[in-house]
């Protein structure tokens, strides 16, 4: 059974930092795409950074400059580094793991999601 687990959100003010860990277990996750995405309540689930298996990276532009995706194959874990964080970051963070190969793109897993608050 696949599980994603997320780690390392928090209260932070404006300007700081924060990193997100996700470990995913339960497979093999080579040919997976990993990622982050957010929620605000009432609003829809938005893609914040992903890395694909072959290591190709995308950011939303409201981010890029500021956060930097790794992941590690080894471990299986994805990691979110964020930093000037603005009062606009604030939100439910979510990992998501899909498949990115044939084989295994009807795969789709989401962890539980961790709150990052930023204050003014």
């Known amino acids: 059974q696949v599980q994603v687990v997320e780690s390392g959100g928090g209260l932070v003010q404006a300007g700081g930092s924060l990193r997100l860990s996700c470990a995913a277990s339960g497979s093999v996750f080579s040919w997976y795409t990993m990622g982050w995405y957010r929620q605000v309540p009432g609003n829809q689930r938005e893609l914040v950074a992903a890395v694909t298996s072959g290591g190709i990276t995308n950011y939303a532009d409201s981010v890029k400059g500021r956060f930097t995706i790794s992941r590690d194959n080894a471990k299986n874990t994805v990691c979110l580094q964020m930093n000037s964080l603005k009062p606009e970051d604030t939100a439910v963070y979510y990992c998501?793991?899909?498949?990115?190969?044939?084989?295994?793109?009807?795969?789709?897993?989401w962890g539980q999601g961790t709150q990052v608050t930023v204050s003014s």
């Open positions: 998501n793991v899909k498949g990115d190969h044939i084989l295994t793109r009807k795969n789709d897993y």
